[in-house]
């Protein structure tokens, strides 16, 4: 009988090239459809909604870059704006009126932070955000939170959610006891682990960082009353609050989640949506705080290309367009809020165990019982389960993030057709699974 021709022949064949010379065939593991038992496609462009790969397939996208495409691929205003500093070169190593510009957005966006220093990424925001935090405090413990993933830092990759929880990986290698031995992870939502945490070390510990809303162990929302917790105990302790919200700055409403929840954290971390797909990360704050930070300051951070014109430009793009059309927050919450009770409504017509939690146009279906409140409840879930569906998803053209412990993002781009496709794919990829475990 012939063999059904392979539909990803040629992903298949530029995955087997990429092995030979990047480790896993990607740069970064989050890609690597190691916890869905499939290889990853090879994606050739973007536009609007949509992902194309390298056999011709398209795909409604559900990732958006991991975040920052929050506008979706290709928007004009990004692209042109691209364009016009292509024209007049791509770095400098000097300071640029555009950084001054994109500086006084965020502030004005941000009103928790009077100061801020562009980055390269947001791993390079909280590994700055915590140097600053102990130059300001004069002390070394760091509090974070189980499930929680604030980026490759070495001290900051313990009990670390997204590709560290997804590989299975508890803790780095390469990471000496003594970085992480200043780590104190606690779990998330649990308002006596705090207290209990302060009450022991309180006076030594410099900072907590937290998302205010977790995407890293899938979407994750704080308690009623946790993040004011969070901001009266470290405030009672002289310790900082940072907010990691480098997903959830500008994608959960305008002013982030500080600005959803009314609280305003001592510093800031961003990324992602700022940079419009560019590599870019921020970290600001209090002015007191900043202006610790060299030259200043005696807590030195520096970057080649910080404040990159492409990325500072991609960036200023995307907050205008944000800021301009507020109504685009509203839109992608009422086609969000659709899309997650069309999924809900199918797992429970066939018969599946699924919890969907959503903050605005960031969210995840949890194959689990629920609820799912923090580390110990997300990692419960049924990850071979969650593996069945994204691939049946991605066969029908739809492209979730490859793992349970990741969030998905819809985009101002994303349309009604895309919302009701997505749920139809949703109904047929859930009743393969159904029928695939009844004759298991
Ligand atoms: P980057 O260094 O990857 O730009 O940002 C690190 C980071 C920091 N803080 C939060 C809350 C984050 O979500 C991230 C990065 N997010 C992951 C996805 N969950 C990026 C995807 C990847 O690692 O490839």
């Avoid at 409604?60 to 929050?70: A, H």
């Avoid at 005696?298 to 200023?316: E, R």
């Amino acid at each position: 009988m012939s063999q059904k021709p392979d539909q990803h022949a040629r992903s298949r064949e530029l995955f087997k090239q990429a092995r030979e010379k990047i480790p896993g065939g990607v740069n970064s593991p989050a890609r690597a459809f190691r916890a869905v038992g499939c290889d990853p496609v090879f994606i050739e462009s973007g536009s609007g909604s949509h992902l194309h790969d390298a056999d011709g397939h398209s795909y409604i996208d559900y990732i958006g870059s991991w975040g920052p495409l929050i506008l979706g691929h290709g928007h004009p205003e990004v692209t042109q704006a691209l364009h016009n500093v292509i024209e007049t070169g791509t770095s400098f190593g000097a300071p640029t009126e555009r950084e001054v510009e994109m500086a006084e957005l965020i502030c004005e966006l941000a009103p928790s932070i009077e100061m801020v220093r562009l980055v390269n990424s947001g791993t390079e925001a909280t590994m700055s955000a915590i140097r600053v935090a102990r130059g300001f405090t004069g002390r070394d413990l760091v509090v974070k939170f189980a499930g929680c993933y604030h980026g490759h830092v070495d001290s900051l990759l313990v009990k670390a959610g997204s590709g560290v929880a997804t590989l299975g990986i508890s803790d780095s290698g390469g990471v000496p006891a003594a970085f992480s031995s200043t780590t104190i992870p606690l779990p998330f939502n649990s308002f006596a682990a705090l207290e209990e945490c302060f009450a022991n070390h309180g006076g030594k510990i410099a900072c907590v960082i937290v998302e205010p809303v977790v995407g890293n162990m899938g979407c994750v929302p704080p308690r009623p009353g946790y993040l004011e917790a969070l901001r009266e105990i470290t405030a009672q302790h002289g310790a900082l609050l940072v907010f990691d919200e480098v997903m959830t700055g500008f994608r959960v409403s305008l002013g982030g989640a500080q600005g959803l929840y009314g609280i305003e954290p001592d510093l800031t971390t961003l990324g992602k949506v700022i940079g419009g797909g560019l590599p870019i990360g921020a970290y600001g704050g209090r002015r007191d705080v900043m202006s610790k930070v060299a030259p200043l300051g005696q807590v030195y951070q520096a970057g080649t290309l910080s404040g990159n014109p492409l990325a500072v430009a991609g960036g200023l793009a995307t907050l205008k367009v944000l800021k301009k059309a507020p109504e685009l927050y509203e839109q992608m919450e009422e086609k969000s809020g659709r899309l997650v009770e069309g999924v809900e409504r199918a797992a429970k017509d066939a018969g599946v165990a699924m919890t969907v939690n959503r903050v605005g146009s960031m969210f995840t279906f949890f194959f689990n019982d629920g609820p799912v409140t923090d580390w110990e409840s997300s990692s419960k879930s049924d990850t071979d389960r969650f593996a069945f569906f994204f691939r049946g998803m991605l066969d029908l053209g739809c492209y979730l993030p490859c793992s349970q412990f990741e969030a998905a993002f819809l985009s101002a781009a994303h349309t009604d057709e895309d919302v009701a496709g997505t749920i139809e794919a949703a109904e047929r990829a859930l009743a393969a699974l159904v029928s695939d475990s009844q004759n298991a």
